[in-house]
């Protein structure tokens, strides 16, 4: 893909800070952008806490994470991701535009499985929105209020973004 010049990976948002109804705020540190756009757009947030990782394990781990890329960006339907860098509560986010809810969610599924070999089990979670561009969400946060608005201290929510 990076060959066929089909994925990039732009700095327009690394460095933003993401802040979320839980309370907590994660910084993005990469970007990943295929060049097809989403016809039928899905936002999907994923969560995860690695297992024992503290201090600089965490810096190692955002410089080794590029490997992962074929992870998803070979799954169909995949548009862009930001990773964000782990939370106060160590806890790492994906904020992805996906071509299809249905793809989002085989992927998130997936991923979920893979996830599993080091991560802590009940901090692995997934939330698919359909109808909704990343991009759209992160200049509008409200976007996402009326999506199980139930969950007020979601730890998917944006609330904000600078």
Known sequence: MLAAGRLRWPRDNVGRLVRFADGTAARVFRETVASQPAHDPCFLAVAFRLRGVRGRGHEWFEAESILNTPLFAGFP?????????????GIYR?????????RAERYARSLWRVLALGCEHDSIDFRVLP???????????????????????????IVAVT
């Open 77 to 89: 339907g995949f548009t862009s991701k930001l990773w964000l860098a782990h939370d106060g509560n």
């Open 131 to 157: 109808g909704l561009r990343r991009d759209s969400v992160l200049a509008d946060p409200a976007l996402l209020q009326s999506h199980l608005a139930a969950e007020q201290r979601a730890w998917w929510r």
């Open 94 to 102: 994906g904020l992805y535009e996906w071509d299809g809810a249905e």
